[in-house]
Structure formats: structure tokens, C-alpha cells
């Protein structure tokens, strides 16, 4: 019996690893309904959906503390119905970890929302980046604020993320209508750029909207620490704006533009107090490629342009014409270093590329008066500093050097250091009102009806039902609504749950085939008829193991690749089964 050890124990392990790899690769979904938090939770091809829609509250509150996300990351999207709910979003993501993975926002996020994502570190492969924003659509008085990012990718990569990624999905994308993206304190090393924009068409900061890049840095980057690869258009007395930046090393310097600027209708483009260490400023393309005609950045409608405090080897800019302002618009210049010099005239700003039609010193006055170089213009009085927006700046009460009051943390929210806290010191927790606490509060108690286990840090959603009962997308336990069918199988005692036609425990004397049939064991195998199969299962003519080129075996039959990603999903585990017994009767 030695020799046959071996192989009699293969067909076990065989099913422990498939059924294994089925539960791994099962993707985890919730509906949010409801106020949710959670804490330590680790992340892996989980699917969160917005659901406000059918919430009575006026405000549902998410927090997610101190995460792990890895493999096939994180996604949060609305429901499609995110515009019509009357419930406002408050969401906070505090102290997460990121290994070769996406935290990804798609859809359009519910009106008057307000999202925080704050202190992220992130390790990633060459061409991945940290926050897909593809197809999100902010719009209706949206903010979304991305404070405190470290993120490193492999030395030496090409073809590299970025931490921010804004590309062109299944939503008309762009920032509208009081809506605003804060990128505040990232710093991408060896990627491709802090923040990158990649639409089909044109990017659209309007109606008093905000594009802020605020305090990043880029080392050794790719790109550049901006990169806006299509037409920008800021207008409706809205803001792009970079600040605060510094890029090390970046081949591309700190913002590039591979489309038009347009600047309109009392909007305001900033770029101030930051500096590139070994490249250009800018990386405009020229109309024609090759050609010499200028970059086709237009200012008009009463608009204003400001470059302010900048410090760099080269503007990166050649051609003078460059900039065009119309009569009513104004394109300001101020405090500019260029390869040591300082530029103290228009003439001289003219001369490195920077068309400005007035010069202020480094606090933004002309002939001892505030020409509102850093304002939305009109916005000067009952508008939210420092830029005169109609919506929050956090860069108002932002303190890169402030010290960290709070007690027993050794990290502090730079908007608020004396009340926030991002990391605890050993031994202390993160609460939710960030605040650093000993361990010794007790987790929620699971109060959702017919659940054994909730998820983790949370009281109201069920993660395992009670028997009987089953568990549902928005996490809640049902009774199931279909009565089991009638076991019809010849020579079944046990028929599969929830099958009336696959056995599986014949009765005595039979045996199981592969296909879930009791046959005598003296029965001839079968001739394989399955459509488009080379090789059936052992034991079984209907149930194919190995299709023909083109089709893919999902749950026994030959399903053409088009189609077979979708019914993959729902068979895998079945499918572990049914290889398990085949190897089982092969055994015999």
C-alpha cells in the first residue's frame, strides 16, 4: 500500500488548495446606507458602494482607521443615483498602508459631500498609482481633500504612477458647480508626478470650482510634479493652483501641459513659492510639434495669472508670446528667481517666457497696493482665504512646522495640530475624533438582527450570518426567499443546497460521479459529447475539463471568452468541488 500513499492523498490536498483559492479570490462588497466604521480592516479587491439614496439621515458618516490595502485594493463608488440623494457624505480615511495597490473613486460622489483622506503611505509597483480618480465626477458643492501622502515606487522605474491619477472613465470627469480636489503634503518618490491628468477631451475646473496642489514635493520623478496632458479650462471665478511645491530631480520640473490653458470669466491660475532644483519650470508643448509657434495659453474675461516667488534654473519657456491676456485680464509676475537672477521687470520677465502685464514684490503689492495676485478676482470681501474662494480652503489654517499638541501622538493633522491627531504614540489607539486613547474601550457590540459576527469595528453590519438566514450586499441577514428545490436525482440520499438536480451523497451502493450523478461502479465511462470540449472530466461525458482554443470551462461547459469572465466568477467554487471528486475517483 506505500506506493499508493501518495497519490491516494494527492486528490485531498488537490481540493484543499482549490476550494482554498476559491475563498481568497472572492471579491467583498458593502452598500452604505448608514453611518459606518471600521478599524484595522484590511482591504483586497473590496468594493464599497455609496447607497445614500435610500437613507433617511441627512448625513452619513464613514470612517475607515488605520487600513491595510493591498492586492486588488479598494474601490469606493456611487450607486449612480449619488446626485439625487439627499443625504451629504462625510467620509474620513485616516493612517492607512498601501502595498502594490489602488484606492480607486469613481462615479459621481452625492452633492454637498465631504471626503478627507489623511496620512497614506504607499509601496508600489512601476506602473501603478496610489488614488485612481478615473470617472469620479466631482460636482454640487464636493470636496475631496488628500492631505499627508508618502509614496514610493521601485528606483529607476519608467512608465511610472502617480499618486493622484484623474483619468477619463465611465463619467463625464472634471471639477464643477462649488466642487474642489485639495492634493496637500505628497511626496512621490521615484513616480511619475504628485498629481496627473489624463482626459480624452478637456479637463474643466468651473463655476467657482478648485485644482489645488499644495506643499508636494517630487523626487527623482519622471514627469513633472504637475502633469496636465490635456486642454485645461478654468472658468466661472474658479482656481487651479500650485503652491508650496518643490520638485528634486523631476526631468519634466514642476507643471506640464500637454494641451491648451484657457483662463476665463474672472478665474484665477496661481503658481507661487515653489522651486525646481535641476530643471525647468515649466513644460509647455508648442502649438505644432516641432514648430515654433507659441503655447496656446489664452487669459481673459477680467482673469487673472499669477506667477509669484518661483525659483528655478529656466522658466522652460522660449517663446515671449506665450501668454496672451486679453485687455480686461492681468498675468502678474513677482518675487521670480531664474538661474540666480532675479526678474524685477516686465521686460525682463518677458524675457524668460513670462509675458506679465504687472510686477509685484514678494508679498504681492504694485506701488505699495495689493493687486489680489493669489484672489479669485471679484472674490475680495466675504470669501474663504487665502485665495478668495467661495468654498473652505484648508490651506487656510495649514501648518507645515506647527507642533503637535495632542496629547500622547506623535503625529498631527497639519490643518488642525492642536485637535488632530494621524498617529498615536505605542501603546494608544486612534479614535474616531481623532484623539489617542489607551485600549481599553470595548469594541461595538453587534446588534444586527439574526447575525453571529459583525464586521469588524462595527455594530450594524453583519459579516456572518446565523443559520438560515442569508447574508445580503448591504450586509444585512434574510431570510431566503426561495424554498430548497426537491432532490430529483436517481439514487440520491443528499442533493448539493439549494440544487435539486446535482447530488451530493448517493445512496449505498453507487458512486458520484464528477458531474454529481450516482451511478453503479461497473458502469462504462462515458463518451465525452460536451459541445467544443477536448477532454471531459473523469467519470463524466457532459462535464468538460479542457476546452477548445477560444473557449474558456466555467462550471463544466465551454463558454466562448467573451463570456466567460462573467459566469467564471459564480462557478469557482463549484468547479474546486467537482475537480476534487474527479481526483477522488481517479484515485480508486
Given amino acids: 500500500m506505500a506506493p499508493l500513499a501518495p497519490r491516494c492523498c494527492a486528490p485531498a490536498l488537490l481540493c484543499a488548495v482549490l476550494v482554498l483559492a476559491a475563498v481568497l479570490v472572492r471579491a467583498e462588497s458593502v452598500t452604505v446606507t448608514d453611518d459606518l466604521t471600521m478599524s484595522g480592516a484590511s482591504f483586497n479587491d473590496y468594493t464599497m458602494t455609496l447607497g445614500l439614496a435610500s437613507s433617511t439621515a441627512d448625513v452619513v458618516t464613514v470612517q475607515l482607521m488605520n487600513s491595510q490595502v493591498s492586492g486588488k485594493g479598494l474601490t469606493v463608488q456611487s450607486s ?6 439627499s443625504a451629504r457624505l462625510s467620509m474620513s480615511m485616516l493612517l492607512t498602508t498601501v502595498t502594490q495597490a489602488a484606492i480607486t ?13 489623511v496620512s497614506t503611505i504607499g509601496s508600489l509597483t512601476s506602473a501603478q498609482s496610489l488614488f485612481d480618480f478615473s470617472g469620479l465626477a466631482l460636482d454640487s458643492n464636493v470636496t475631496v481633500t488628500v492631505e499627508n501622502t508618502a509614496v514610493t515606487w521601485p528606483k529607476g522605474s519608467i512608465n511610472t504612477g502617480s499618486i493622484v491619477l484623474i483619468s477619463a472613465g465611465s463619467n463625464a470627469i472634471g471639477i464643477r458647480n462649488l466642487a474642489a480636489l485639495f492634493v496637500l503634503d505628497a511626496v512621490a518618490t521615484n513616480g511619475a508626478s504628485v498629481v496627473r491628468v489624463d482626459a480624452q477631451s478637456s479637463f474643466p475646473v468651473s463655476k467657482a470650482a478648485v485644482l489645488a496642489i499644495d506643499y508636494g ?4 520623478c519622471t514627469g513633472a510634479l504637475v502633469s496636465i496632458n490635456t486642454p485645461l479650462v478654468v472658468d466661472g471665478s474658479s482656481m487651479f493652483r500650485v503652491t508650496n511645491c518643490k520638485a528634486v530631480g523631476a526631468s519634466k520640473g514642476l507643471l506640464a501641459s500637454a494641451g491648451s490653458t484657457t483662463v476665463s470669466d474672472k478665474s484665477v491660475y496661481l503658481v507661487s513659492d515653489s522651486a ?17 509657434e507659441p503655447y496656446p495659453f489664452t487669459v481673459s474675461g477680467g482673469s487673472t495669472v499669477s506667477f509669484l516667488n518661483l525659483e528655478a534654473p529656466s522658466t522652460g519657456i522660449t517663446n515671449q508670446d506665450t501668454l496672451s491676456p486679453s485687455a480686461d485680464s492681468k498675468v502678474i509676475g513677482g518675487g521670480c528667481v531664474i538661474k540666480g537672477v532675479a526678474l524685477n521687470t516686465a521686460e525682463v520677465y518677458k524675457s524668460n517666457g513670462l509675458a506679465v502685464t504687472t510686477v509685484v514684490n514678494r508679498q ?12 479669485i478676482p471679484g472674490n475680495t470681501v466675504d470669501y474663504n482665504p487665502p485665495s478668495c474662494t467661495t468654498i473652505v480652503d484648508p490651506t487656510q489654517n495649514y501648518n507645515p512646522t506647527g507642533a503637535c499638541v495632542v496629547p500622547n501622538c506623535i503625529t498631527c493633522d497639519r490643518l488642525s495640530p492642536s485637535t488632530r491627531c494621524t498617529q498615536c504614540a505605542t501603546g494608544y489607539i486612534l479614535t474616531s475624533d481623532q484623539r489617542c486613547i489607551l485600549p481599553t474601550t470595548k469594541p461595538p457590540v453587534c446588534t444586527a438582527p439574526h447575525c453571529t459576527q459583525c464586521v469588524t469595528g462595527s455594530g450594524s453590519y453583519c459579516s456572518t450570518c446565523a443559520t438560515g438566514y442569508i447574508l445580503t450586499s448591504d450586509q444585512r441577514c434574510i431570510l431566503p426567499t426561495t424554498k430548497p428545490p426537491v432532490c430529483t436525482v436517481p439514487y440520491c440520499t443528499q442533493c448539493v443546497t439549494g440544487s435539486g438536480s446535482y447530488c451530493s451523497t ?12 450516482c451511478i453503479l461502479p461497473t458502469t462504462k465511462p462515458p463518451v465525452c459529447t460536451a459541445p467544443h470540449c477536448t477532454q ?6 457532459s462535464y468538460c475539463s479542457t476546452c477548445r482554443y477560444g473557449y474558456t470551462s466555467v462550471n463544466g461547459a465551454c463558454i466562448a471568452n467573451a463570456n466567460a469572465n462573467a459566469a467564471a466568477g459564480a462557478h469557482t467554487v463549484a468547479l474546486a468541488a467537482v475537480v476534487c471528486v474527479a481526483a477522488a475517483l481517479y484515485a480508486l
Fill in 80 to 85: 449612480g443615483d449619488g446626485l439625487a440623494s
Fill in 105 to 117: 473613486f469613481s462615479g459621481a460622489m452625492p452633492a454637498n459631500s465631504d471626503i478627507r483622506i
Fill in 217 to 220: 514635493r517630487c523626487e527623482e
Fill in 276 to 292: 525646481v532644483e535641476s530643471a525647468s519650470l515649466f513644460s509647455f508643448l508648442t502649438g505644432i510639434e516641432g514648430s515654433s
Fill in 364 to 375: 504681492g503689492a504694485s506701488g505699495g497696493t495689493c493687486a489680489n495676485a493669489k484672489c
Fill in 506 to 517: 448517493c445512496a449505498t451502493g453507487y458512486i458520484l460521479t464528477s458531474d454529481q450523478r
Fill in 536 to 541: 471531459c472530466v473523469t467519470g463524466s461525458g
